[in-house]
């Protein structure tokens, strides 16, 4: 590659050989140390590329070989410049684009994110922003590995980090750890907690891990019973409470309870129709400079506005300042619709479905539902009970007791 670019800038041509004795002619020039290639036998004759420098020696030895040399092809860029010394202002474009490119590879113009999930594009771009990384930044002042450092220290959840330039792009790799959880801010002495019933229901399965349990597998409750104390007595040896300890209830209790669900929906609708009536804006991004052409001021009563850009680039990583695009608006109005039947209990059976898949996902168990679509004169409604095993714990504050110490009556004696 770098061999062909530079007998491209000091430019060769094609000759074809021809007459009494080629052979002899390919030799003599072997023994002056002529580089040829690309030879080739064409009609009784040999066609072969040659430098300029090296074709100007040729003369002799074509004579002394009573051969026949003649230029088929002309390439590299001295032939170039020939041909168009006359265009100065095409070959002044080519020097200011050459410079202009010198100059954009100094710059990142790009900052591209990889194996981000739960952190967004933008709310990284906007924590490089405090650190002095933007677009726009020299590359000599890009230090990836403090960049590396300052991602790893602000989110504890991203537990590998890869920073590289490409190009005139900035690149940084990350990957967060997908088992990270929310750390909770432990008191040296917890809060004492209840476990109350979140429903009516009939206790169908029971695991007391702290605290004093009040029911039983199989006892029915109602909504705000208390199903684990979170308050444990103290008894002396004639069975009298002295004191009380606390502590945070944890049980797992669950019962069969019902659920109530209503969805509705229209019967009519209104789709969009597009009457083809559009207008344009083309657009020239260069950073925070914007130049458009045209206008999409329109007078349409319902209309959409879709844009399309794209940043340029030369080759895969030189991303320059520049991006380019279209504003397109278009017209559309409304029409009235109506669903059919099948369409409604469609709809309203996906939707119910979706709530029991939801349900599940929670570890909600659907023993059986009485959910019915009834159709009404402006909408449709689905509604019913869901008969489900649950969890029906929710926490609530331990009530804080005190016990009434008795003192001893030590009355003192009279004088008679």
């Known amino acids: 590659m770098i061999r062909s670019f530079i007998r491209w800038l000091r430019g060769y041509v094609k000759i074809r050989i021809e007459g009494y004795s080629p052979e002899r002619f390919l030799n003599m020039c072997r023994f002056h140390q002529i580089f040829l290639w690309g030879l080739s036998p064409v009609d009784g004759a040999y066609e072969v590329y040659l430098t300029v420098h090296d074709f100007r020696q040729l003369k002799p030895l074509a004579r002394k070989a009573r051969t026949r040399v003649t230029v088929k092809e002309r390439r590299g860029f001295p032939f170039f410049a020939a041909r168009y010394r006359k265009r100065k202002l095409f070959f002044t474009g080519l020097v200011l684009c050459a410079v202009l490119l010198k100059v954009y590879s100094l710059f990142i113009w790009d900052i591209h994110f990889e194996g981000n999930e739960k952190w967004t594009d933008e709310t990284l771009v906007e924590f490089l922003e405090t650190e002095g990384v933007t677009p ?103 069975k009298e409470v002295t004191a009380y300890q606390y502590q945070k209830s944890d049980a797992d209790i669950f019962a069969d309870t019902q659920m109530e669900y209503s969805d509705s929906m229209p019967l009519t ?115 019913g009970t869901l008969y489900v095993n649950r969890r029906i714990t929710a926490e609530a504050d331990t009530e804080i007791l005190t016990i009434e110490r008795k003192e001893t009556d030590e009355s003192v004696g009279t004088d008679h």
Not at 168 to 191: A, H, M, Y
Not at 203 to 216: A, E, F, K, N
Not at 312 to 328: H, Q
């Open 136 to 238: 726009f930044m020299l590359k000599s002042r890009v230090d990836c590995p403090g960049i590396v450092k300052a991602i790893r220290k602000g989110y504890n959840d991203i537990v590998w980090v890869s920073a590289s330039i490409d190009g005139s792009r900035l690149k940084i790799q990350v990957k967060e750890n997908e088992d990270t959880f929310q750390e909770e801010e432990i008191s040296e002495e917890e809060k004492p907690t209840d476990l109350v019933a979140a429903a009516d229901g009939v206790i169908t399965d029971m695991v007391t891990r702290s605290g004093v349990p009040q029911v039983h597998v199989g006892d029915t409750v109602k909504k705000g019973d208390i199903l684990v104390l979170g308050r444990m007595e103290v008894l002396n040896d004639s």
């Open 269 to 383: 609708y209104r789709e969009k129709v597009y009457d083809g009536k559009k207008k344009y804006q083309g657009f020239l991004r260069l950073a925070d400079w914007t130049i458009s052409v045209g206008s999409i001021k329109n007078k349409y009563k319902n209309s959409e506005v879709f844009t399309e850009e794209m940043q340029l680039k030369a080759g895969e990583n030189f991303y320059l300042p520049v991006s380019c695009g279209v504003k397109t608006v278009k017209s559309y109005s409304f029409t009235e619709k109506e669903y059919s039947q099948d369409e409604i209990r469609q709809r309203l059976s996906q939707n119910f479905k979706r709530f029991c898949e939801d349900l599940e996902e929670k570890g909600v168990q659907i023993l059986e539902n009485d959910v019915k679509i009834q159709l009404y004169e402006n909408s449709a409604v689905a509604s």
